[in-house]
């Protein structure tokens, strides 16, 4: 594909250039009929029994897109305070709210008993702590169902080498605390890790809850966790997640189970990327271009700081270039890396990517960022984070968050005469 934001009319009509001239680069842009787009394919996932999709935030919690999920009839996880103070901002009802913390202080889940929020343990320790402060109460506990799997070793999160969870085998100690304590287990849930392109994985993590599940009596809730992937390479034709195809082959494991369990539970996923990821780009300026050691390096102003997810876990991002607000065309290709402005030398978005002659002044479209960006950024280097606009059904462009400003980076000292 030569062009995915042209082929979707990503920015509504709207000129590039007008939206950095308001807002500056760099600068994220969202579009929400995408967003909800993708909002509303996974409130689909399960249609036979009672279901709900839970948005895991921590994807992204600008106000704006956890106000699309309220409208949108889907549910959110949290898993901190701040995460629920975020839902509530935007009206979320508690009962909405699905708490997944790992290694939180008696104050942090005071904040979520006190509001009878649903919340899941994630080791036997935080379940006798949670049983302490509410005995008597119902929660859930996270299981690490013995296999992960995800797009990079740090978002793989179950399995032997993980964090996360509690293992199958101290599945009687569950159930010894919760006696001990009057507590009543009503759900598990899982994540196994994040960025599948093929149902496969995650439809085995789903049969082996369910086993697992068995164990349990009278279950009110299974949550099988969120991790569906996007197409990160689409200007190279990837296909996108097979959700059509995934939840058919779901179907008939929940059937049996139901049957084998003797009543359908809520079932439960806990999506963030696949909600998010698409729904917007970056526009980043190209500062400087140089030669060093006959490798080009296209210097930008969008650094680790804007866009951790390169650094952090080699992940690809397409990128398209604009020029006077155009598309360059993708011919004339060469190879470059493309860089940010931060003093690391693993500030790099890509390395040895193939690019349309790019020139200082030109604008770079970098896809697909919608998840894990903004929610990851810094202020490494002292760099303010950058504006959130989206572009809204109608065309119109929107602020969603401001840029910080070098004034908003000296607002938490003290002590400074
Ligand atoms: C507990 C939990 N649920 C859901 C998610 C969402 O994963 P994804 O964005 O891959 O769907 C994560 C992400 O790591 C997670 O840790």
Not at 118 to 146: F, H, W
Not at 172 to 197: D, V
Request: aromatic share 10%; glycine share 8%.
């Amino acid at each position: 594909m030569n062009s995915y934001i042209e082929s979707v009319d990503f920015f509504k009509g709207n000129d590039p250039e007008d939206i950095v001239a308001t807002y500056g680069t760099p600068v994220y842009v969202y579009n929400e009929d995408i967003i909800r787009k993708h909002m509303q394919a996974v409130t689909k996932v399960i249609t036979r029994y009672p279901y709900t999709a839970n948005y895991s935030i921590k994807a992204n919690t600008n106000l704006s897109i956890l106000k699309i999920a309220l409208e949108e009839h889907v549910n959110c996880d949290a898993m901190s305070v701040g995460e629920i103070k975020m839902l509530e901002k935007v009206g979320f009802p508690y009962g909405r709210i699905f708490f997944v913390p790992n290694n939180v202080s008696n104050d942090e889940m005071q904040y979520a008993i006190d509001r009878n929020i649903m919340t899941s343990l994630d080791s036997l320790e935080q379940l006798a702590q949670y049983g302490e402060l509410n005995p008597g109460g119902k929660c859930a506990v996270r299981i690490n169902p013995g296999v992960g799997a995800g797009h990079h070793e740090k978002v793989v999160t179950a399995g032997k080498k993980t964090k996360f969870g509690i293992s199958e085998e101290f599945i009687p100690q569950i159930f010894e605390t919760a006696e001990k304590y009057n507590l009543r287990i009503a759900g598990i849930n899982q994540h196994i890790g994040s960025l599948f392109m093929k149902p496969d994985p995650y439809i085995a993590a789903v049969e082996n809850l369910l086993r697992i599940a068995k164990q349990f009596e009278d279950l009110e809730f299974i949550d099988f966790g969120g991790g569906y992937g996007i197409p990160y390479h689409k200007l190279d034709d990837e296909p996108e997640y097979p959700m059509e195809e995934f939840c058919a082959a779901l179907e008939p494991i929940l059937d049996k189970f139901v049957v084998e369990y003797g009543h359908a539970p809520l079932f439960k996923s806990e999506p963030g990327r696949y909600c998010v990821a698409e729904g917007s780009v970056i526009l980043s300026r190209v500062h400087a271009v140089k030669e060093n050691n006959e490798k080009i390096y296209v210097g930008t102003d969008c650094g680790m700081n804007v866009l951790v997810r390169p650094s952090m876990y080699d992940s690809w991002h397409d990128i398209e270039v604009l020029r006077d607000g155009k598309v360059v065309p993708r011919t004339d290709m060469r190879e470059v890396n493309i860089s940010g402005n931060i003093c690391e030398s693993g500030d790099l978005l890509a390395h040895d990517r193939l690019l349309p002659g790019t020139r200082k002044g030109d604008l770079l479209c970098i896809l697909d960022t919608g998840a894990y960006g903004y929610s990851m950024c810094s202020t490494y280097n002292s760099r303010p984070r950058p504006a959130e606009v989206m572009i809204k059904s109608d065309g119109s462009v929107k602020l969603i968050r401001h840029a910080e400003t070098y004034e908003d980076l000296f607002a938490l000292y003290e002590g400074i005469e």
